[in-house]
T-cell receptor, first 113, second 112 residues
Framework: GESVGLHLPTLSVQEGDNSIINCAYS??????FIWYKQESGKGPQFIID?????DKRQGQRVTVLLNKTVKHLSLQIAATQPGDSAVYFC????????????FGTGTRLKVLA | EADIYQTPRYLVIGTGKKITLECSQT?????MYWYQQDPGMELHLIHY???????EKGDLSSESTVSRIRTEHFPLTLESARPSHTSQYLC???????????FGQGTRLTVV
């Protein structure tokens, strides 16, 4: 399944399928981008980050793609599991040296058994 | 696993009361942050600190205040709570060698 994070706040996928969560960012000068996962009742948890000089980065079952031309970021989750159900936020660090983050609206991922 | 703690986890308080939300981290991180988050919504930065005796207001206007007297401690205070302050408050910290911030579990505040 695929979503546009800011316009489709909920993404439902079948267990075992791949998930794609999208995010549009605002500042072309951002140094790096981060994906967070937030489970119900908990604080956000770091998943993966990518620097602005990269196009792709892979982690365990996750891949982040960065398209600077259209200021677009995506998180791909392979073989989605029930434990992946959460809200996913992208965050950017738009001002070099300031260490401040701007968070996107978030996308709720629901994994269907 | 990050060692950042927030207390209390849940708080219900009457209008006009003064409250302090506690946040402590044991990682020696110099940067700390407070975010406000309504259920299912994005996080808004309300305060941040780059070190002891350094505090700045964030992007979202807030009636709260913060202090940073010790590296590990970053409390947030509301002098007079109002129902509009009902929200979840998340504390985070970040160290020199990280790009990401580590978050606490949050304090869910309800003002009645």
């Amino acid at each position: 399944g695929e979503s546009v994070g800011l316009h489709l706040p909920t993404l439902s996928v079948q267990e075992g399928d791949n998930s794609i969560i999208n995010c549009a960012y605002s500042n072309s000068a951002s140094d790096y981008f981060i994906w967070y996962k937030q489970e119900s009742g908990k604080g956000p948890q770091f998943i993966i980050d990518i620097r602005s000089n990269m196009d792709k980065r892979q982690g365990q079952r996750v891949t982040v793609l960065l398209n600077k031309t259209v200021k677009h970021l995506s998180l791909q989750i392979a073989a989605t599991q029930p434990g992946d159900s959460a809200v996913y936020f992208c965050a950017e660090n738009p001002f070099s040296g300031t260490y401040k983050y701007i968070f996107g609206t978030g996308t709720r991922l629901k994994v269907l058994a | 696993e990050a060692d950042i703690y927030q207390t209390p986890r849940y708080l219900v308080i009457g209008t006009g009361k003064k409250i302090t939300l506690e946040c402590s981290q044991t990682m020696g991180h110099d940067k700390m942050y407070w975010y406000q988050q309504d259920p299912g919504m994005e996080l808004h930065l309300i305060h941040y600190s780059y070190g002891v005796n350094s505090t700045e207001k964030g992007d979202l206007s807030s009636e709260s205040t913060v202090s940073r007297i010790r590296t590990e401690h970053f409390p947030l205070t509301l002098e007079s709570a109002r129902p509009s302050h009902t929200s979840q408050y998340l504390c985070a910290s970040r160290g020199l060698t990280y790009t990401e911030a580590f978050f606490g579990q949050g304090t869910r505040l309800t003002v009645v």
